[in-house]
C-alpha cells in the first residue's frame, strides 16, 4: 500500500535508480509540459520512496563496486523520487512549492523497474538509457559469484554452465522464475547484502527480458544482452546514442570533432536498429585484433562513424555499411604486423569505403523523406524512425521506391473506405 501527501519540493530529490540521465532538459517538450501543470496542476502524482531505504549498489562484477549517490547537494532531501523526475522539475519550473506524491516501500529492484516502466509510457527514453537502466536491473538481479552447489539437490558444481547441465540431466529446479521474479526478493533489501537474486545469469537475462519485453524467449533475451553491451560502452561510444538535447557540452564537441554531427541520433530507442550492437562489433573487434598501440578502439569507432555516415543513409545502411567495414579490415589486417603497419592498414581501409561512399552518394539523388520540412522537429524525427524501421521490417533498401509503394497502399486503403471507383 502506499501514502499520498503532498510535499514540499526541497523534500524531494530524484532517485538514483531513475532512467532519465537529464529528466530536465528545458525544450519545448518540456516547457509545454510547465505550462501545462501551471495551467491544469499536476494530475498525476510522483512516485516516491524515504532516502533512508534508498541503499542501492552496483558494479560490474570484475570491477570494484560503484555505489549511486542520492539526494546529490539536497541535505534536506528526505524522499527519493522512483517516477516523475520530469513532471518533479516541470511543476517547479510553474512555481509550485508543494507536490502531490505517492510515498511507496519499494526495494531498489522494484524502484528501478518502476521508473523504466514509467518512463518508457511517457516519454520516448533514448537507446542508451534504456541500456543503463537495464543494466542496472540486471545487476540487482544477477548473481555475484559463481554457483558451487545445486540449490535444489546440493550436488557440488563448478560454474553456472555445469549447473545448467546437471539441472538438464537431473531434473532439478532452480529457485526464482522469470514472470514471478527473484526468489526471496525481501523489500529494503540492498544490492550489497545479497548473495544473488538468481542462480545463475541466464535466469537474470530472462527476468530482465520478461519485464521489459513482456517475454522471455532466445530472441528478447538476445536483444537484453545487445542493451547490456551498449551500456558498457565507453561514455563517448554510448552518446551516440543520446538525443541532441541530452548530449553534453564536451560529448557535443568531441562528435564534431570527428566529423559526426551532434544534432543526429544513432539507434531507434527500442534496440531494434542493430545500430548500437554494429558499433559494439567494432569496438570489440579494435579492442580485440589491433594492437593497443595502433588505435585506441574507441577512437576507431568515432572514426568509422565520422568517415561512412552520409545525410542520406537510413539506419540500416548505415549498419551494413559499418559491418562491411569492420568485415574488411579484420581480412586486411595482419595480426603480426606491426603497431604502425595495422594503424596504416586500418586507414587505408577506412578511406576505401569512404571514397567509394562519396561516389555512391555523388552518383544518386538523394531521396530522404520530410527532408522539406524541420528536420529537427519532434514529429519529424519519429516520422523518419518509423520509415527506417518500417523499410528494414519489409527489408527495403530504395527510399524512392518504398515512399511509392506505401503510397499506393493508402490511395487503395482510400479507395475502399470511399468506395471509388
Known amino acids: 500500500m502506499f501514502e499520498r501527501r503532498e510535499l514540499p519540493v526541497e523534500k524531494l530529490t530524484v532517485d538514483a535508480v531513475q532512467s532519465r540521465d537529464e529528466s530536465w532538459i528545458g525544450d519545448d517538450e518540456d516547457r509545454q509540459l510547465a505550462t501545462s501543470i501551471e495551467n491544469d496542476g499536476l494530475l498525476q502524482d510522483l512516485i516516491v520512496r524515504p532516502i533512508d531505504e534508498v541503499s542501492l549498489t552496483v558494479g560490474n562484477h570484475s570491477a570494484t563496486t560503484r555505489t549511486r549517490s542520492v539526494g546529490g547537494n539536497n541535505d534536506t532531501a528526505e524522499y527519493a523520487i522512483v517516477a ?10 510553474a512555481g509550485f512549492e508543494r507536490i502531490p506524491c505517492k510515498i511507496v516501500e519499494a526495494d531498489d529492484l522494484a ?25 542496472l536491473i540486471y545487476e540487482v538481479v544477477s548473481p555475484r559469484d559463481s554457483p558451487t552447489s545445486c540449490p535444489d539437490c546440493g550436488q557440488s558444481v563448478e560454474g553456472e554452465e555445469e549447473l545448467l547441465a546437471h539441472c538438464a540431466d537431473a531434473s532439478c529446479e532452480l529457485p526464482g522464475d522469470p514472470v514471478e521474479g527473484p526468489p526471496e526478493s525481501d523489500s529494503g533489501r540492498s544490492a550489497e547484502s545479497v548473495t544473488g537474486w538468481f542462480q545463475t545469469r541466464q535466469q537474470a537475462l530472462e527476468y530482465v527480458a520478461q519485464r521489459y519485453y513482456g517475454r522471455h524467449d532466445d530472441n528478447a533475451v538476445s536483444l537484453v544482452e545487445g542493451h547490456l553491451r551498449t551500456a558498457q ?14 548530449r553534453t557540452t564536451q560529448e557535443r564537441t568531441a562528435l564534431k570533432n570527428y566529423g559526426i554531427d551532434a544534432q ?39 572514426e568509422a562513424v565520422g568517415a561512412l555516415q552520409f545525410d542520406e543513409m537510413s539506419e540500416q545502411e548505415l549498419r551494413r555499411t559499418l559491418l562491411e567495414f569492420r568485415n574488411e579490415m579484420t581480412d586486411e589486417l595482419d595480426h603480426d604486423a606491426s603497431a604502425r603497419h595495422q594503424r596504416e592498414t586500418f586507414t587505408e581501409t577506412l578511406q576505401t569505403h569512404a571514397e567509394e561512399l562519396q561516389e555512391t552518394y555523388e552518383e544518386v539523388e538523394p531521396v530522404r523523406p520530410f527532408k522539406k520540412v524541420d528536420v529537427l522537429g519532434p514529429e519529424t524525427q519519429r516520422h523518419s524512425r518509423w520509415h527506417a524501421q518500417a523499410m528494414q521490417l519489409r527489408d527495403e533498401s530504395n527510399h524512392g521506391e518504398f515512399v511509392r509503394t506505401l503510397y499506393l497502399e493508402r490511395l487503395e486503403e482510400l479507395a475502399k473506405e470511399e468506395g471509388w471507383e
Open 233 to 246: 560502452l565507453p561514455p563517448i561510444l554510448q552518446s551516440l546514442f543520446k538525443s541532441p538535447e541530452e
Open 264 to 302: 543526429t541520433t544513432l539507434g531507434s530507442g527500442g534496440g531494434k536498429s542493430g545500430t548500437s550492437r554494429e558499433i559494439v562489433a567494432l569496438h570489440e573487434a579494435v579492442e580485440s585484433k589491433l594492437d593497443a598501440d595502433a588505435i585506441d578502439a574507441t577512437d576507431a569507432v568515432l
Open 111 to 135: 524502484a528501478a523497474v518502476a521508473s523504466l516502466v514509467e518512463n518508457t509510457d511517457r516519454r520516448e527514453l533514448s537507446e542508451q538509457e534504456i541500456a543503463q537502466q537495464l543494466s
Open 84 to 93: 516523475g523526475s520530469r513532471r518533479y522539475h516541470a511543476a517547479m519550473e
